[in-house]
């Protein structure tokens, strides 16, 4: 589903993105030392326990580094329980944005995802930000400049998958991956997302681009991140659901070796039941891979199914051992979404939001 441009802070490039790295890469594991001593680390649930945080939000040094494990990328894969993701205004940013969707939830969310264009270069508060708050970062990382308020535009030619497969975007790309690799937590990164429907210009059939260019693009990307040593990095391949004449999913998939996790944007607009949300996707994809699957953008169009269908989500969800989680869309129809598909739009589906999520065994920090 095409959603809104995400804005992101303004950062800044070449030495001074060093200099702060080395910074902030300091304070984080101070912070995030004591996030880990009061129980919360990468896998937290519980919304009183939280990480010390600065006036703006930002993580604050609290405890003693000599305290900080950092997880690898093989213990996050191992980890076990479901992630509650939201993807929200000022999350990760802010302690209190996660503290009040926390209170709304009645249990913190333990993942964080936020979109990045690629005008701006990697930026690493986000992510030590998550971590001092005790969520997994996940970085929806979009290969052109950005659209509008609810619209975006398929058209961006500076930015077709010719493009990123010759080349053109190397040196942007090879930087990125770079302080990704400097930042040493591990970063979920969902590359170009959607890509079987025509709202983005990264899509076959849409901007110039020929069927074939995705997955090779997403190979080159993924090899340009291996040369430069980011292997601290969560690759999720994220098509959205099936329900009109979209691009063939397997014909868009890199393969096993490429991708870590598969993600799905699905939004219930019509559907009485997750089964009918989700089951003919699930059934296209498990026809060519076994990936672990995170539903990467969630949630529920006003009206009066949508807290029986809040419902028997985590219903379903509590009985998919290979689904990891989900990532509610918690961005508002003021703050540029298509509509409030938030868990807390109306007092009936929060309800049963907070019920039902009391029933899942979250993924908790490592111990």
């Known amino acids: 589903m095409a959603q809104r441009e995400r804005k992101t802070p303004g950062i800044h490039t070449g030495i001074h993105i060093r200099m702060r790295l080395a910074v902030i890469l300091l304070a984080a594991c101070l912070a995030v030392g004591s996030a880990l001593a009061y129980g919360l680390g990468a896998f937290g649930t519980r919304p009183s326990a939280r990480p010390a945080t600065s006036a703006n939000g930002s993580a604050s040094p609290k405890a003693t580094a000599a305290s900080v494990v950092i997880p690898t990328k093989a213990q996050i894969m191992a980890g076990s329980g479901k992630y509650f993701g939201v993807a929200a205004a000022n999350v990760p940013w802010q302690a209190a944005a996660r503290a009040k969707i926390a209170t709304s939830a009645g249990v913190s969310p333990n993942m964080a995802e936020y979109f990045v264009n690629w005008t701006k270069d990697f930026d690493p508060q986000p992510i030590v930000n998550a971590y001092a708050q005790g969520m997994l970062p996940v970085l929806s990382w979009q290969p052109f400049a950005g659209g509008t308020a609810r619209h975006t535009s ?187 598909w938030g868990f807390d739009a109306d007092p009936a589906t929060l309800s049963a939001f907070r019920k039902g999520i009391r029933t899942l065994t979250l993924a908790r920090r490592l111990s």
């Open 154 to 340: 398929a058209h961006a030619p500076a930015y077709t998958l010719k493009s990123i497969i010759d080349g053109a975007h190397d040196a942007y790309i090879t930087r990125f991956a770079a302080s990704v690799k400097g930042v040493k937590w591990p970063v979920a990164i969902r590359f170009a997302h959607e890509m079987n429907g025509d709202w983005y210009p990264w899509s076959e059939g849409v901007n110039g681009n020929t069927a074939g260019q995705y997955a090779e693009a997403w190979r080159h990307v993924h090899d340009l991140f291996q040369k430069a040593g980011a292997l601290n990095v969560i690759w999720v391949w994220s098509p959205n659901i099936v329900r009109s004449a979209t691009t063939p999913m397997k014909r868009l998939y890199p393969g096993d070796r490429y991708v870590d996790w598969i993600g799905l944007s699905a939004y219930e607009v019509s559907e009485r039941t997750t089964a009918q949300l989700l089951d003919p996707t699930l059934k296209q994809l498990r026809a060519f891979t076994a990936k672990p699957l995170l539903l990467t953008e969630l949630g529920g169009q006003p009206g009066s199914n949508k807290a029986a269908w809040t419902a028997d989500f985590l219903g379903w969800l509590a009985r998919q051992p290979n689904v990891l989680g989900f990532v509610w869309f918690e961005y508002t129809y003021t703050q540029g979404a298509g509509t409030d």
